[in-house]
Nanobody, 114 residues
């Protein structure tokens, strides 16, 4: 059974940093593309970053501020977030797609105060 569990969210001041972790069970992160998404209040869920086989990709809004990387031993995918802005406030989710089926964690809330 595939499970994803996010952790690391919290309240931070603008300009601060947070590290989000996605713990994956049931599949090896080295074999799949894991993505981070976020959903701000009143908005649709949007793509943030992915650790694809041909290198990481980021949405323009976080390019240069966020870094995604995998730990194959711990089977986790981390989203390191720096220079946070109030616009980064959202629930952050990690996701894994297997043969057309999307698996999601329950999310972790990030709140950035101005």
């Amino acid at each position: 059974q595939v499970q994803l569990v996010e952790s690391g969210g919290g309240l931070v001041q603008a300009g601060g940093s947070l590290r989000l972790s996605c713990a994956v069970s049931g599949r090896a992160v080295s074999d799949y593309t894991i993505g981070w998404f976020r959903q701000a209040p009143g908005k649709e869920r949007e793509f943030v970053a992915t650790s694809s086989w041909n290198g990481p990709r980021y949405v323009d809004a976080v390019e240069g501020r966020f870094t995604i990387f995998s730990n194959n031993v711990q089977n986790t995918v981390t989203l390191q977030m720096s220079s946070l802005k109030p616009d980064d406030t959202a629930v952050y989710y990690c996701s894994l797609e297997i043969l057309g089926n999307d698996y999601w964690g329950k999310g972790t809330l990030v709140t950035v105060s101005s």
